[in-house]
């Protein structure tokens, strides 16, 4: 029986540990292949690691026919909803597969119809998956996550992407560092776990010098002239400590921000420093 490996298709399913492969492996060896592989005509769409161990140890395997697909795309969108429903998934992956979907359905999607080309009294009817918190909702995640995904997967070196796909750096600390030049996540990447964190931490801290504080506003009413009798006015020309302060408390703020913002030269470095080093 010849069977095609489709290289998209495998890339869907989310690679096993070393461990999960090897009991696995255990499994079929004491108990052969018991569930059938499900194929397309002659692509294998369900049961990729089964069918690698099962031909590496001749052990006889069954397979059925899907015949409900009319195209590739059916495919896949099979195989991704097959994913996202599993447990096993990681978090990384299944976002991957959402917006993956996403993509899909795109495209598949008829041009939308303008309010104004829509029949009287009703809306235009909006495409599915069109929106973030559709996304996060098929990938049971945040719509915050999906955005760090989205963020990996534009500007994440293909060692970082790795690094977060398999687990050794969360999804928030690998959009961190995805915000570093290429060849500095790559070195982030070879200096292990702890550099990686560490490189999220030191980027984070800068983010947060840099921001500046908010001035509060004081609101007065433009519907009516002053005429200084307003409740309010008494009360302000009888506080202007409260005003002075406030002033006061700004100033330090900028002062404040102006010394962190001066060691931001110094935080650069000790990144520098700590990717040397690794």
């Keep these: 029986m010849n069977i095609t490996i489709n290289q998209v298709l495998q890339s869907y399913i989310d690679p096993l540990t070393a461990s999960e492969y ?15 592989l499900v194929l397309w005509n002659d692509v294998l769409i369900d049961g990729h690691n089964r069918y690698a ?23 896949m969108l099979w195989m ?15 976002g991957v597969l959402a917006l993956r979907k996403k993509e899909i359905v795109a495209a598949r999607s008829p041009a939308p119809v ?15 998956m069109s929106t973030r918190e559709e996304v996060a909702k098929a990938a049971r995640l945040s719509s915050n996550q999906i955005s760090q995904i989205e963020k990996i997967q534009k ?13 050794t750096i969360s ?23 702890k550099l990686l964190r560490q490189a999220a931490k030191e980027i984070r801290e800068q983010r ?34 409260e005003t002075e302060r406030l002033r006061g408390e700004i100033a330090s703020l900028k002062q404040k921000v102006a010394q962190l913002q001066a060691e931001n030269v110094e935080l650069n470095q000790r990144i520098a420093a700590l990717i040397d080093a690794s």
């Design 22 to 36: 090897a009991a696995l492996e255990r499994s079929l060896l004491a108990e052969g292949c018991r569930d059938a």
């Design 53 to 75: 161990i099962c031909r590496q140890h001749g052990i006889e395997f069954k397979t059925i026919q899907n015949t409900s697909f009319t195209s590739l795309d059916d495919v």
């Design 80 to 94: 991704i909803d097959n994913h996202l429903a599993r447990r096993s998934v990681s978090d990384f992956q299944r």
């Design 114 to 128: 303008s309010a104004q080309d829509a029949p009287d009294g009703e809306n235009a009817p909006k495409p599915a």
């Design 155 to 167: 500007a994440a070196s293909p060692e970082l992407v790795e690094a977060v796909r398999s687990g």
């Design 171 to 193: 999804i928030n600390a690998a959009a961190t560092v995805a915000s570093l030049p290429p060849e500095e996540q790559v070195a982030a990447v070879a200096g292990g776990k």
């Design 208 to 241: 947060a010098a840099t921001r500046t504080p908010r001035e509060p506003k004081v609101h007065v009413s433009q519907d009516t002239p002053e005429t200084g009798n307003e409740p309010w006015a008494e009360n302000a020309a009888q506080a202007p400590s």
